[in-house]
């Protein structure tokens, strides 16, 4: 007496498998595309933290009255990128620096500023934007820094 499977038995046992490579394929696709989405927001991130740091060494005439922190920049995924390495997707971003909007209003409030910056890049074919924001006083830390450097 032979036993084995029916027609009908490995059609189904066949559509089984190819439901789960399917859905294997697509969880392994979902997770990787989250992954790499993570890592570009953590860069940009990265990239405005960088340029908010660089604010606090500035003194206040630099910040307000000169034109040293350029309004405009460019900075890539990966920076680092050696000849003929790809440096990756470019981050494009901006960086203003206007009047603070204390709500309600102080007296101090033409002695601050506030800093915006942004960054805008491209996933695939959906743009991404991220902002961060903060306030810098007249008196506030980079004239410690310029006063203990320069005594």
């Given at each position: 007496m032979e036993v084995a499977f029916?027609?009908?038995e490995v059609l189904v046992g066949v559509a089984i498998v190819a439901v789960m490579f399917v859905t294997l394929y697509g969880g392994m696709t979902s997770g990787f595309?989250?992954?790499?989405?993570?890592?570009?927001?953590?860069?940009?991130?990265?990239?405005?933290?960088?340029?908010?740091?660089?604010?606090?060494?500035?003194?206040?005439?630099?910040?307000?009255?000169?034109?040293?922190?350029?309004q405009y920049f460019t900075n890539y995924y990966y920076p680092l990128a050696s000849n003929g390495q790809s440096e990756g997707i470019p981050y494009f971003g901006t960086?203003?620096?206007?009047?603070?909007?204390?709500?309600?209003?102080?007296?101090?409030?033409?002695?601050m500023r506030l800093i915006?910056?942004?960054?805008l890049w491209t996933n695939g074919v959906m743009p991404r934007t991220r902002s961060m924001?903060?306030?810098?006083?007249?008196?506030?830390i980079q004239n410690y820094v310029y006063n203990a450097t320069n005594r």
């Open positions: 029916t027609l009908p595309a989250i992954t790499q989405l993570a890592r570009e927001n953590l860069r940009g991130t990265q990239i405005m933290l960088e340029r908010m740091e660089g604010v606090r060494l500035y003194n206040w005439n630099q910040l307000v009255y000169s034109n040293m922190i350029p960086m203003t620096i206007s009047n603070s909007a204390l709500n309600p209003t102080a007296t101090y409030s033409t002695n915006t910056v942004s960054v924001q903060t306030l810098v006083a007249q008196n506030g």
